[in-house]
């Protein structure tokens, strides 16, 4: 039983805390070229700040970095945290940084991939066509930055109307691939990142279906070289406490 005076950080270390006592695992998921990526872990010793863990894919922890997300049925929400000391050999990293998420957390309908080269995509919006770097993409969606060159606020309407043209490689191209803005981002008066519904017909629907689960397997690939060169440059290892 958690104490009510606990502050949160405090309420999720007692539940790292007792996961260990139990020598139970957490599932931990993160982001690599824009897939999600989850595997189960372990806490191994929590103190006052952080709480180090252990992993047994060895080739996800090649690629931690930055924010990861925590989830267990003896926590009340999902649990965001940064990864610091990762020891890839050992498969050990600590975690610091330590909250509850601001939402649920909810499993993506469809994968995402990030091109594997700098992709731009024309998009045509209210009669204007503006040209956006592409984030991400899946078969029903598509994350782009915005850009006004004339230093313009960016503004753009939910459920408005686009049609786009892109193409990921010489092999694969779409052209007037119809969507909608879902939601905007605005990073700065100029920047902006867009999340796009698409609307894709059948033909088009199959060549998404096609190029994202070839970028799949290359991603993949880039996991596992990542692995062989973190444990190639893995140096010392760390001492926790």
């Not at 610091?84 to 990293?93: I, T």
């Not at 043209?165 to 902006?192: C, M, N, V």
């Not at 991603?219 to 001492?239: P, R, T």
């Amino acid at each position: 039983m958690i104490p009510m005076q606990m502050n949160t950080l405090d309420e999720i270390l007692a539940i790292f805390d007792s996961h260990a006592d139990r020598k139970s695992s957490l599932v931990m998921t993160n982001s690599f070229r824009g897939m999600i990526l989850s595997q189960e872990i372990k806490p191994v010793a929590v103190d006052k700040h952080r709480a180090v863990f252990q992993a047994y894919d060895l080739d996800i922890c090649a690629v931690l970095d930055g924010c990861v997300h925590l989830h267990s049925s003896l926590l009340p929400k999902p649990v965001k945290a940064k990864v610091r000391d990762l020891s890839v050999r050992q498969g050990m990293f600590s975690l610091t940084d330590i909250a509850y998420s601001d939402g649920d957390w909810k499993d993506r309908l469809h994968e995402r991939v990030q091109p594997k080269e700098p992709t731009y995509v024309s998009l045509q919006y209210r009669q204007t066509v503006i040209r956006a770097s592409m984030l991400d993409i899946s078969i029903r969606g598509m994350g782009v930055l915005v850009c006004s060159s004339e230093g313009q606020e960016l503004d753009f309407q939910p459920n408005g109307s686009v049609c786009t043209d892109f193409e990921t490689s010489p092999t694969y191209r779409w052209a007037k691939l119809g969507g909608a803005i879902h939601y905007q981002q605005k990073l700065s008066k100029s920047i902006a990142r867009l999340g796009i519904r698409l609307y894709p017909k059948i033909e088009q629907a199959r060549q998404l279906d096609k190029y994202i689960s070839k970028r799949k397997s290359e991603i993949i690939e880039e996991l596992n070289q990542a692995h062989v060169a973190a444990s190639v440059h893995s140096g010392i290892e760390f001492q926790y406490f």
